[in-house]
């Protein structure tokens, strides 16, 4: 998983690293996007999150903060020398995000950044063989996560979108739209 995360993180740097006259102008101090995402990998998962900028007048990109939230659950079976092996996770976490974007075009824009906050975690584990028997628990944990992410504009205020998300609970692949405000 983090090799597909460096390549990913290669693919925006280098869509990033076009000469500056050919990047268009950073977004407006005030715009706002809404994003809603469904994730993949690990297991399914929803989050939303929301972008504020902040500042545009770092080199030729616009500075967000706002925040995510989202749920995550997956079950991974395993059957071999004997028994069988089954796992439960499910994750909800709610996190403070600043990323920082670049218009490669008018209707095209990456970004990367990173997340912290806290997460609610519960997992079930239950063994299956000569003798049958499980542990589950629960926990909260601080977490802090990179984000590295796109979207395609299809209208003024209307984007589809993809976001990676690395480093804590939540699903890693995420496909979505996001509301510009």
């Known amino acids: 998983m983090?090799?597909?995360?460096?390549?990913?993180?290669?693919?925006?740097?280098?869509?990033?690293?076009?000469?500056?006259?050919?990047?268009?102008?950073?977004?407006?101090?005030?715009?706002?996007?809404?994003?809603?995402?469904?994730?993949?990998v690990p297991g399914v998962g929803i989050n939303v999150s929301g972008d504020y900028v902040l500042v545009n007048s770092w080199w030729k990109g616009h500075f967000t903060i706002g925040g995510m939230a989202g749920f995550s659950t997956r079950t991974e079976?395993?059957?071999?020398?004997?028994?069988?092996y089954e796992e439960k996770w499910s994750s909800t976490a709610v996190m403070?995000?600043?990323?920082?974007?670049?218009?490669?075009?008018n209707k095209f824009e990456v970004h990367a950044g990173a997340a912290s906050g806290i997460a609610f975690r519960s997992w079930k584990y239950e063994w299956h063989g000569n003798e049958a028997h499980g542990d589950d628990d629960?926990?909260?944990?601080?977490?802090?996560?990179?984000?590295?992410?796109?979207?395609?504009?299809?209208?003024?205020?209307?984007?589809?979108?993809?976001?990676?998300?690395?480093?804590?609970?939540?699903s890693q692949m995420n496909l979505g739209?996001?509301?510009?405000f």
């Open 2 to 40: 983090k090799k597909l995360v460096l390549a990913a993180m290669a693919a925006v740097l280098s869509l990033a690293s076009f000469n500056a006259s050919a990047i268009e102008n950073p977004n407006n101090v005030g715009d706002f996007n809404l994003n809603a995402f469904v994730g993949f």
């Open 77 to 84: 079976d395993y059957n071999g020398w004997g028994y069988k």
């Open 96 to 105: 403070a995000r600043a990323t920082y974007g670049l218009n490669i075009t």
């Open 138 to 170: 629960t926990d909260v944990v601080f977490q802090g996560a990179g984000i590295v992410g796109c979207r395609f504009f299809v209208t003024d205020k209307l984007a589809l979108s993809a976001e990676i998300i690395e480093g804590c609970e939540l």
């Open 177 to 180: 739209v996001s509301f510009k």
